[in-house]
């Protein structure tokens, strides 16, 4: 039964290990545990090591122990999905109650929690089938709902992605949270971005050096003399600006976290902004994109000296780079083409670098990857790319 | 088995599920981290446990440029020179052993009784703090270079861990903890340590301070929420007002939100809203 709630434990994804199952059946035997509820919060003390899934593990204790249903692991493709549907029902009712096939006055009368129920049921009849054809929800089709071109409050949401044409735009996982998931696997990213590092000597004289100490004392026949230094601190500004829009970046999503979670746990000044694709006059600090925009402007106040890391595929539409008003969003109208702010960005810090995680033997059949190495210094995001970024940041 | 079971202090109120954590990990030898928002209690736990099972209690407190040999021993280089040049002091300049000092880890390690180790808010250092703390939490003992000499540890002390998650810890380290998580004390909690700090505490007092204290805390947009902290001195600074020392007035005003709110933003925002339920 233990054995079977470990595995359940990591079936829901909780990072269980096994030296910490055999820790709790040491707890077992120390006699300490004497009823069920003792065992849960031992177990849960001994094996789960973050507060984030302390619900997901209560939700497994309940399903082992006392057989209640385990939750459906809610896909978050269908929270957004039913999100956007809901918004768009704001704008026009009507054509997403045509859409269901259902009477307008029926949806008007839910709550928008009921509604966003409703269409996540919805949602999950159609699961699978996605695709074409004149389903209520799909791409390309004669839907009425889905990708037709539009987003929510007038915004393009499609557009072409170099190789990779919009398939499924209305079930995109828009964006993700590349902070909240995503377990530190590969250590070696780590160890690249170590070298990462600019120890200036700073502050007061107040420590120190032992070395240059007894040196000066002997040299002055045994009268002491104590040499002061600077402590030295780590003074490195980084700003990583992450491309986290759309289809085109869902593969790297995995590589990306990685080298997220390593930089948020290793730098002190740390700056992460987020944009889709390309970026125009702005960058944003929250993950969606919508609430915190930062001007690009403002960047040419900040230290020179920052080193700026962008990571995207660099692949999109020509236009969206080369076009005085490129972006896919209507919102978005700089009236500069995208390349001049790149520009921008690299002429205002020395030290910049652009992180490709598409395999570099592709890089020559997109257009805008090439216009773009020619601002950035371009690398691939793999252990070696990463290591030679980084001494070209140092450098 | 006989095993000293801790079940809280004079001003601690422990629950029962942070009690069973304590001792559990006491029982197993593993040190507890704890996580949990600003005020919770996590650093009082520490100190709660040493004075109820009579432990000595050493203190770490982290700092963000700290090494973690300096936790562990330090050699005294300058005093040891001074002594060479001067010689006036009891101390044998010869011997190496003499200008050796325990950190608090050391000191914890070298300790006659069993010590309760506080580790406190260890994010603040660089991860390479926690990664050269693995070797020791696993071993149980560490080197001094200078002598080749191995300390161990005389009996294993009960290390209490807190974090305050500005960093993520790493892996391998939270793999050698247990872990818990502090919860934001619940009202009912809240009265029962507000009537461990007061007991001579008036029950309207008490029940309109928390109450309102509660409803504070929700304001939105607030970036840093009052904790028991500033609630245990908001109620001594009502318990001095002759206003307010009876508890009623609380329903219609709110005074010193100073003592609660310490961010100029957030006092305005609360202040505007404590205006408006005085007119309402």
């Given at each position: 039964m233990f054995i079977d709630f470990f595995f359940k434990l990591r079936e829901v994804s909780i990072p269980v290990n096994p030296t910490s199952f055999l820790t709790l059946q040491k707890a077992i035997n120390s006699g300490l545990v004497g009823s069920l509820d003792d065992f849960y919060i031992v177990a849960r003390t001994v094996l789960v090591k973050s507060e984030k899934y302390f619900d997901l593990y209560d939700q497994v204790f309940a399903h082992v122990f006392q057989g209640t249903a385990l939750p459906e692991t809610d896909d978050p493709a269908f929270d957004f999905l039913a999100d956007t549907l809901l918004q768009e029902w704001l704008q026009d009712p009507k054509s997403i109650a045509d859409g269901f096939g259902v009477d307008e006055e029926k949806l008007r009368a839910m709550s928008s929690e009921e509604l966003i129920d409703y269409f996540k049921e919805r949602l999950k009849e159609q699961q699978g089938r996605h695709d074409g054809g004149s389903k209520w929800i799909g791409t390309g089709g004669t839907s009425p709902v889905g990708h037709s071109g539009f987003h929510p409050g007038g915004m393009r949401v499609g557009g072409q992605s170099g190789n990779k044409s919009a398939v499924q735009v209305a079930a995109e996982r828009r964006y993700r949270d590349y902070s909240t998931e995503g377990p530190l696997t590969q250590n070696s990213i780590g160890e690249a971005l170590k070298r990462l590092r600019n120890l200036v000597p700073r502050g007061a004289k107040d420590q120190i050096n032992i070395d240059a100490s007894i040196y000066q004392t002997m040299k002055n026949g045994g009268e002491i003399e104590l040499v002061f230094d600077r402590g030295i601190v780590d003074r490195l500004k980084i700003i990583l600006a992450i491309d986290n829009g759309g289809w085109s970046m869902e593969p790297y999503v995995h590589i990306v976290q990685t080298l997220f979670t390593y930089a948020k746990s290793q730098f002190k000044d740390l700056k992460t902004y987020f944009f889709h694709n390309t970026i125009y006059d702005y960058l944003w600090e929250d993950p969606g994109r919508y609430s915190s925009p930062v001007k690009i402007d403002e960047f040419s106040r900040l230290d020179p000296d920052t080193r700026l890391i962008i990571v995207g595929d660099?692949?999109?539409?020509p236009y969206e780079l080369m076009a005085a008003d490129g972006s896919i969003y209507a919102m978005e109208r700089s009236g500069k083409p995208s390349i001049e702010s790149l520009r921008f960005l690299s002429e205002t810090f020395d030290h910049s670098i652009w992180l490709n995680p598409t395999p570099r033997r592709n890089w020559g059949y997109t257009r805008t990857i090439s216009v773009i190495e020619n601002i950035f210094p371009m690398f691939e995001l793999s252990l070696d790319g990463l290591e030679n970024g980084v001494s070209r940041l140092m450098s | 088995m006989e095993l000293n079971q801790f079940s809280g202090a004079v001003k601690y109120v422990l629950d029962q599920e942070l009690a069973k954590i304590v001792n559990i990990s006491m029982a197993l030898e593993m040190p507890l981290l704890l996580k949990g928002e600003p005020g919770t209690g996590k650093t009082m736990l520490a100190h709660a446990i040493a004075e109820t099972l009579r432990m000595p209690l050493i203190v770490l407190n982290v700092k963000s440029s700290m090494k973690l040999v300096e936790a562990l021993y330090q050699y005294d280089t300058l005093t040891r020179l001074n002594d060479s040049r001067f010689g006036d002091s009891d101390r044998d300049v010869s011997d190496i052993n003499a200008y050796l000092r325990m950190g608090k880890i050391g000191q914890a390690f070298v300790s006659d009784s069993r010590a309760v180790l506080l580790i406190d808010e260890i994010d603040k250092a660089e991860s390479d703090f926690q990664d050269d703390m693995l070797d020791v939490l696993d071993q149980m003992q560490f080197d001094i270079v200078e002598t080749d000499e191995v300390v161990k540890a005389k009996q294993r002390p009960v290390f209490i861990i807190t974090s305050n998650a500005k960093k993520d810890l790493s892996d391998p380290f939270l793999g050698r903890c247990n872990f818990h998580h502090i919860a934001f004390p619940d009202p009912k909690m809240m009265r029962n340590i507000i009537s461990a700090h007061f007991p001579e505490l008036n029950r309207s007092l008490a029940e309109n301070a928390v109450k309102a204290f509660y409803e504070l805390r929700r304001i939105e947009g607030i970036e840093k929420k009052p904790a028991t902290r500033e609630l245990i001195n908001w109620i001594r600074a009502l318990l001095a007002d002759p206003d307010f020392r009876h508890g009623d007035k609380l329903q219609k005003e709110i005074p010193y939100l100073g003592v609660l709110f310490k961010k100029s933003g957030d006092y305005q925002r609360a202040a505007s809203i404590s205006l408006k339920k005085r007119f309402f």
């Open positions: 660099a692949s999109m539409a | -």
